[in-house]
């Protein structure tokens, strides 16, 4: 029961608790519509990968084969140097990248054969934003949750919650084109929420948010995670971030899984408990893919030591 | 989902942010209107050459006019897609169940519907200059229907295609030229009696628009000529026949 303040109203609940609410709730989010089944790669993973590869038309192997399961309700993260494959890969498993080897499936749907049942399974914020500048914040999320498939209320309710969680609420009903980098950061992760979707795609979400603001998005995903058993994959340059979040943590050069792990297991392997992840990271991209060899062969990826 | 859903929803998108961008209906009607006086009066004199279908050259100018706003107007569509490319909103829209043709296909139906009602001012100002047209209210907006699906299989598919190919607002608007061309070649200012050239008439026989402005031109000035709006919808549907293969291909080319 609520308690009530000395003026005799219902103190404001948290979006956070509301949003929870709503996620208890008997709403439709994971069915996935199709009249085709799931692809048996997918087993019980979340996301599955195998000898995924991707070589772009101008002759660039941005992927060389990799593999990798995240299993269902797992935040998995995605660590590596700029141009290692990190989006790349991220925008196979999203559908927006044809992979040109391997195969995938993403809620237990293959990427390639089912992209729209992948579609309506998955939330997507992507490394640079993608907003429409001339929508207000409320219109783009309405509009994100409408082509889910969810009614004009249901898309509206959840808008307001989402902006009054990400702290948008004063500037629902402005364009997003007069909004802060930050502002519209917040905006695209809560887009990419909107339909609650049981598996989410998120590349560098908190680049460029200040420490208020990241930390706020990580409580965000936290609690997703716990309440939707929603499973995050998740591409980051902050090792903080990485280790607060993840369960696992893939760290991928030159287009090839080099280390994969929980952060403890990973900082073992380096040495010592002062190791952080900082220290897994450097060695092992620092080396190339030599430094493989210095690592125990149970957090090498198969797929890193056959193209080594 | 059906496929026709996120179509209509990326169209109401498209259709309340028009008033959110002024520029682009300020700029794209009054010049339209003023080629219309300024054309009419110029070429007024024609009116008075025998066998000339009409003694009122705005008349006669009318169907021309509402081509000149459709077909250079639809290509803000591909400059739109081209600009959701750059700001990377389009990708967002693909992470949804929303194809690439809704996508499309939405923004050329607002547009399609802007150029409707641009079209018909120009016809009022026709109207306003003692113009008549022959088959009434339906007849114009039966002529405004043919002027902008026209204006959509044809130079909308055609920027469409190249906004995705390219991606780039600037290289979409870098073929704007040619939508005059597919007006100029065509009986739009004068009859094909005063075109002495047998090139250019030759030209103008093979040139789609002049079949559309054709069966237009008939429902300003005479009457319901039903196989000339008959062949105008062939055509219609022929072109968009032609360019479906170009866009399913590049609809590819959008997921890298």
Redesign the interface.
Known sequence: MQTTTSSGLAPRRQPEARLIELLSSDLPRRSARSGRGPDRLGGPDAIVAEGLGKRYPNGIEAVRGISLRVGTGEIYGVLGPNGAGKSTTIGILGTLVRPTSGRAAVAGFDVVAAPKDVRRNIGFAMQEVGLDELATGRELLVLQGRLHGLSRREAARRADLLLELVGLESEANERIAGYSGGMKRRVDLASALIHLPPILFLDEPTEGLDPRARTAIWETLERLNAVLDATVLLTTHYMAEAERLCARIGIIDRGLIVAEGTPAELKGAVGGPNATLEDVYLRVTGRGFAAEETLPAELTANNGREAA | ?KSTW?TW?LTK?TL??FP??PMVLGFSVPPVLIMFLVFGALFASVRHLPGFPTDNYYEYLAPAAVLMTTIPGIANSAVALAT?FQ?????????????VGSIMLGRLLADGARLFIQGGAVLLLALALGAQIATGFAGALLMLLIGTLFAIVTFGVLTANLALKTKDPAAVQAVFPMAFLLIFLSTAYQTTDQIESGVLRAIIDANPTEYVLRAMRGLMLTGYDWTAIGVAFLVILGLGLLGLPFTIRNYRSV??
């Open positions: 989902m996120p929803l998108r309340v942010q959110r961008n959701d700001n990377r909103y389009l990708y967002k829209l693909l992470t949804t169940p929303a194809s997921y890298r």
